[in-house]
């Protein structure tokens, strides 16, 4: 994709974002000039006709919302089964990575980035769109502070051919409200709710609910407490928990009403008088499930047998019969009761024998207790060492899983420990086999782009791709080396890749040739080993610069990186274009005083130039100077004479006097008695190539008298 033109107007730079649904990408709007974001439609969701069209929908609602707080959307567009839509570009990072980067963040941050999500939030409830997707990976914060929210209305469109994907739900249900997680239609304060999780994160630095699974997760939202901000962090005002408090209450109704009187509550919450107000209480939620206390069995039965053994005690002591009488004793009666005294002795004894008899077995049967080593940690020998060491067994079979941040062969966890158990018992051991590792493709003689874009599949960061340029004669972009060799396996979270690739051919600085003659111009590309182009590499062209000389050098100006062997394309100038006009001024020259010498300077400007120099000479005596000019339609030619370093006269000729005249009659430009005033003309040394000031006379006669006087008439031009 990267280096594709979207549309034939965006044109791909570089992948800087993605997600389960989309991939995002930096371009240029070769149309307006400026970079812009693009976000493509994952390939698996092109064929799902419902998702398409909600996306669509969604975007162009979207797109109505305009707000410094929002990403603007520019475009919606398909191309072939490409689906995407342009995004305003925000150079910055996501919140996200602010979080992990240094939260928990100073209150007053954390206000100010709520505030102005909320009031992006506010007006886009107002254009009647929910979020329903706000979490710290949707809000940009841009170099200059501007908090950005994007993926406006896009969470909408997530169906249940979506729900598993990766990166999707699981991705944003630290961030779902309770109803959201019921599945039931969610509105604006949905929304509200999310972000008083964001602004717990910002706070905290850590999520309200944490689970093993999503599902986990979203029950918590529906049935746990959180833990207060201010026990996480006491530096929190009471006035800012009681914001987070109150937007995260599981009964919608006791949330804010709409995100303005949220927003009129975070705009005021650090006002001194409000920093430490009344912690905020509400009634009980039904929304929460409550633990009831257990009923503890048999209870109520040992109540009972209690009072009857109380009852049957006090019985006991009460005689039969009437009080203080006296009863013989019948000699018969009196030995009834010897057969059921031996009797129950003898079961007793038995008894007590069996009972000491098993007791006695027991014991030594009974292996006893052991502490449960703690072996998390460990390589996987030494635990298994340590365990048998303390009498316990090792439960078959080990269980083996990736973990990317612990190393092979290490007990990640275990299902017994800090206990005692039975010596003999079995423990269960859960070994690291480290991250998943994937195996080097060869990217040799590929396209670097290419490569990048495959190892980013991958999960491999683009941070973490080098590249080291080189001159070669490959292609430029051509991998020629990378440093973990084809084949081998390699940790994408946390492998250094580097590639070294070529940038073409050694270059030099492109010669400047315009204005040579033509052999010389081929010796010099000759000099620095270029070639002349294709078909002789010789353009013929006329022009006023003179005849055989460079007018261009084609492909490469001059200072232009270039390559040895590379081709270049000569235009040469063969004489005056046909509509040319050649034209000659005689200009007869007198001396300033008769008889003295004068030096006499002449400059012309026509078709080929300003200012150029026709004649320099010393004079004595009255000459006449040719100048020959070359006009061009619709120009003039114009020749200036200096005398002594003074301007003395100019003369002018347009294209259609010169096409209809041919050469000029002789102008003169007479002696004089008295030198012109010094300020008429700059020496010859300053001038500057600048027509002579419209209002000063052109002397075009001056008449000598006999005293040598110089007459003052003149004739303006």
């Given at each position: ?197 964001v602004l717990y994160q910002m706070l905290t630095g850590r999520l309200p609910f944490l689970g093993e699974s999503p599902i986990s997760v979203a029950l918590k939202h529906l049935q746990e407490d959180f833990e207060e901000p201010r ?487």
């Amino acid at each position: 994709m990267i280096g594709h033109d979207l549309g034939g107007r965006y044109e791909i730079l570089e992948r800087i974002g993605g997600g389960g649904m989309a991939l995002v990408y930096k371009a240029h709007d070769v149309l307006l000039s400026r970079n812009v974001a693009v976000k493509i439609l994952r390939q698996q969701f092109v064929h799902d006709e419902e998702f398409v069209r909600r996306f669509r929908r969604e975007a162009q609602s979207a797109a109505s919302l305009s707000h410094p707080n929002v990403v603007s959307v520019y475009d919606v567009g398909q191309e072939d089964e490409t689906h995407y839509i342009v995004m305003e570009y925000v150079e910055g990072s996501n919140l996200n990575e602010v979080i992990q980067e240094r939260a928990p963040l100073q209150t007053e941050e954390a206000v100010r980035i709520a505030l102005q999500i909320c009031d992006a939030l506010e007006h886009a409830h107002q254009n009647q769109i929910i979020h329903r997707d706000i979490k710290p990976h949707n809000i940009l914060i841009g170099k200059n502070g501007r908090v950005k929210v994007t993926d406006f209305g896009i969470a909408r469109a997530v169906t249940s051919s979506t729900i598993t994907q990766t990166g999707s739900v699981v991705g944003s249900v630290h961030y779902f409200s309770p109803e959201h997680a019921k599945g039931v239609s969610t509105g604006e304060k949905s929304d509200l709710y999310s972000l008083g999780i964001v602004l717990y994160q910002m706070l905290t630095g850590r999520l309200p609910f944490l689970g093993e699974s999503p599902i986990s997760v979203a029950l918590k939202h529906l049935q746990e407490d959180f833990e207060e901000p201010r026990a996480v962090n006491p530096h929190i005002p009471q006035s800012v928990e009681n914001i987070v408090v109150r937007s995260m209450r599981k009964n919608p109704g006791e949330r804010y009403s709409s995100a303005r009187e949220m927003l009129n509550d975070l705009e005021t919450c650090l006002l001194p008088e409000r920093l430490h107000e009344p912690k905020i209480t509400f009634d009980f939620d039904m929304d929460e499930t409550r633990v009831m206390p257990a009923i503890r069995a048999g209870a109520a039965p040992a109540a009972s047998f209690s009072a009857g053994s109380a009852s049957g005690s006090s019985m006991k002591g009460k005689p039969e019969g009437k009080t203080g009488s006296a009863i013989a004793p019948d000699t018969k009666q009196g030995k009834k009761w010897v057969k059921p005294t031996v009797t129950v002795a003898v079961t007793l004894l038995v008894l007590a024998a069996v009972f000491f008899g098993v007791r006695t077995v027991l014991g030594i049967l009974d292996p006893g207790e052991v502490d449960v080593p703690y072996v998390v940690g460990m390589k996987e020998d030494e635990a298994i060492r340590t365990l048998m060491e303390a009498g316990l067994k090792i439960e078959e079979p080990i269980v083996y899983d990736s973990e990317p941040n612990i190393e092979p062969h290490t007990v990640f966890d275990q299902s017994k420990s800090n206990m005692k158990v039975k010596q003999g018992s079995y423990i269960k051991l859960f070994v690291s086999t480290g991250p998943d590792m994937e195996v080097m493709e060869d990217f040799t003689n590929r396209k670097v782009d290419e490569a990048v874009q495959a190892l980013m599949d991958l999960s491999v960061t683009r941070e973490r791709i080098k590249t080291n340029e080189v001159f070669d004669e490959s292609e430029p972009g051509t991998i020629l080396g990378q440093s973990i060799p084809a084949g081998q396996e390699f940790n994408p979270l946390d492998s250094n890749i580097t590639f070294t690739v070529s940038k073409g051919q050694e270059t030099f600085k492109m010669p400047n040739l315009i204005g040579m003659d033509e052999q010389k111009a081929r010796n010099e590309l000759q000099k620095h080993g270029l070639e002349l182009g294709p078909d002789s590499g010789i353009v013929k062209e006329g022009s006023y610069k003179g005849d055989g000389k460079v007018l261009d050098q084609f492909p490469y100006k001059p200072g232009d990186d270039v390559a040895k062997g590379s081709e270049v394309t000569l235009t040469i100038s063969f004489g005056l274009p046909s509509d040319a006009v050649k034209y000659t001024f005689n200009i007869a020259i007198s001396p300033a005083i008769a008889g003295e010498p004068s030096e006499v300077r002449i400059v012309y400007s026509d078709a080929r130039g300003e200012n150029i120099e026709s004649t320099k000479r010393t004079i004595e005596d009255t000459q006449t100077f040719p100048v020959d000019v070359v006009l061009k339609p619709n120009g003039e030619a114009v020749a200036r004479v200096y005398r002594d370093g003074q301007f003395a006269d100019s003369f002018t000729v347009t294209y259609d006097e010169a096409k209809s005249g041919g050469n000029s009659k002789p102008q003169s430009v007479p002696g004089q008695q008295v030198e012109p005033p010094v300020t008429s003309e700059p020496p010859a040394e300053e001038q500057t190539g600048e027509e002579p000031p419209a209002d000063e006379p052109a002397q075009t006669e001056t008449q000598s008298e006999e005293d040598g006087g110089e007459s003052d008439e003149q004739q303006p031009e």
